[in-house]
């Protein structure tokens, strides 16, 4: 009997698949070349309409057009798409933050409004609804994974409030589970314990991994979970690329690191990824506790714009008022470093963190060097950064020689290669993975965080900088980026030299750099 079902379920989907065929081949050839016509037509004039950047703008026009169907679906999943609805969630948790934090539109002091050009450049985010640069307390610059979570670590034990984190990947290793765990204890503790991590990003924490943290008092969100099954776009693309530690609204970190073994030499199964991270104590820690909050607000909300005030409203901590405490000024005789935050995401008009990138570039008069592990620039900072090579600036790049992306590598070997070119020296770090995202600028400006050099970082995710406005700072990162020059190897052009498969894969790779 069932070797009868299985011959007759298999005649009929014989049957059918031929009379699917009979129906094909009955369609006129014209039929298909109108359809591609319409679809053409169609889906560059809805390119056209985003009014996207023009290289960005082809290069979807290219792959929508070469091939139709595969394209539609990258675009729909993948498409630089605006948030939309989103944007709206964005929106009113911003704007409901900045009823409850202070605010931060003072005036530029005198001791930093002296130098004019840092003045300027300060300014080319406060017009963007950025905080101004404030005086810290103290930073300190950590070059390590294992350094940067032992003082992470020491911080989250000393919290008697609050221990806020935001993060881009948290990994159910040994480095996540340490950190759950002290969560929890600390949980236990009377503390309020907030965690934000990207559902992308941090994929791998199943809802088991965070149990032990819910349950002890914690609480745990999500950051944009994609909703594969239901009828619309996900926006996979929208992830939230920070990396952000509050321990009381008064001391705070941000930079490169994420949690996870492969940031650090002992967890790890071997040498940790080099990279940079930054604690700030004083003033500046509120703006990076503000960005914390519109992302945690938003993360807490829905879709339904009717119910969204209604949800921030009750989603609103109750220690709200604790999270903004007053903090003790600089004593006169030790002035600290003046720290700007600037953040940026895909929800603003104006992509702040990729116009301060492009302005310092612009204004440097002496060095640019600049470390970074995804070197994919768009057109302005690639023409930013060999104009100022012309100018006479020393401009020096230092990326990694093992990557995590062949992909992006593929990519960015071009444009280190153009750059090159155009007499702008460039380095690959040989040891191990670098993850360091770093500028130095002339002798007063660093800057430090999540951000990338590439159209992801700029366009895409949501992130965040500490631009330093401090020589002893900037000495330090550049004692770094000369020690890291010393086990590197200085490139060289060698385009003519390279096998015609390789030239013609990283072509291809450069093609897509926008979409990147």
């Avoid at 714009?305 to 008022?321: A, T, V």
């Avoid at 290669?417 to 040989?430: I, K, L, P």
Wanted: aromatic share 10%; charged share 20%; hydrophobic share 45%.
């Amino acid at each position: 009997m069932p070797d009868l079902l299985e011959t007759r379920l298999a005649q009929t989907f014989r049957s059918a698949a031929a009379t699917a065929q009979q129906v094909w081949d009955a369609i006129p050839g014209g039929v298909f070349i109108a359809l591609y016509v319409a679809w053409v037509a169609g889906s560059v004039m809805f390119i056209v309409m985003q009014r996207r950047r023009p290289t960005a703008t082809l290069a979807w026009i290219v792959g929508f057009i070469s091939t139709p169907l595969f394209g539609a679906l990258i675009y729909y999943f993948f498409g630089p798409r605006k948030l939309r609805r989103r944007k709206i969630r964005r929106d009113l948790a911003k704007r409901f933050a900045l009823r409850i934090a202070p605010t931060h539109r003072e005036q530029l002091p005198a001791t930093l409004a002296s130098r004019r050009w840092l003045t300027s450049l300060a300014r080319v985010a406060t017009v963007h609804g950025d905080a101004p640069p404030k005086e810290a307390l103290s930073v300190k610059v950590f070059l390590e994974g294992d350094s940067t979570y032992e003082a992470i670590e020491s911080a989250m034990r000393g919290a008697r409030q609050q221990i806020h984190l935001e993060y881009y990947i948290f990994e159910p290793d040994a480095v996540g589970t340490r950190w759950r765990d002290l969560l929890a204890q600390r949980a236990r503790e009377g503390v309020a314990v907030r965690l934000l991590v990207d559902a992308l990003g941090s994929k791998n924490c199943k809802s088991r991994f965070w149990r032990p943290l819910i349950e002890a008092g914690g609480e745990v969100r999500l950051f944009n979970p994609p909703r594969l099954f239901k009828l619309r776009a996900s926006l996979l693309n929208f992830r939230t690329h920070r990396k952000i530690v509050v321990i009381d609204g008064a001391l705070a970190f941000t930079g490169g690191v994420n949690v996870t073994a492969g940031s650090s030499s002992s967890a790890g199964t071997g040498s940790g990824w080099r990279d940079t991270h930054l604690e700030i104590a004083g003033a500046a820690a509120h703006d990076l506790q503000l960005i914390f909050l519109e992302d945690w607000l938003y993360a807490g909300t829905g879709n339904a714009r009717h119910r969204i005030m209604d949800e921030l409203l009750m989603n609103s901590p109750d220690d709200i008022g604790s999270w903004f405490p007053p903090l003790t000024p600089p004593q006169p005789s030790a002035h600290g470093p003046w720290v700007q935050i600037i953040a940026s995401g895909p929800d603003e008009s104006v992509p702040a963190i990729h116009r301060f990138f492009f302005t310092a570039i612009s204004s440097a008069r002496r060095r640019i060097w600049i470390t970074t592990p995804y070197f994919v620039p768009d057109e302005p900072i690639l023409t930013a950064l060999v104009t100022a090579q012309a100018r006479g600036v020393d401009v020096r790049i230092i990326l990694p020689r093992l990557g995590d992306s062949r992909f992006v590598a593929a990519a960015a070997s071009t444009f280190a290669e153009e750059v090159m070119r155009e007499g702008v020296s460039v380095w690959e770090f040989t040891p191990r993975m670098i993850h360091a995202k770093t500028i130095v600028i002339d002798d007063e400006l660093s800057i430090i965080g999540t951000a990338n050099i590439d159209n992801r970082s700029f366009r895409l995710n949501f992130e965040v900088v500490a631009a330093i406005y401090d020589a002893r700072i900037n000495t330090e990162l550049a004692a770094v980026f000369e020690n890291d020059r010393g086990h590197a190897l200085q490139l060289k052009p060698d385009h003519g030299k390279e096998p015609f498969g390789v030239r013609l894969v990283k072509s291809a790779a450069r093609l897509a750099s926008p979409l990147l």
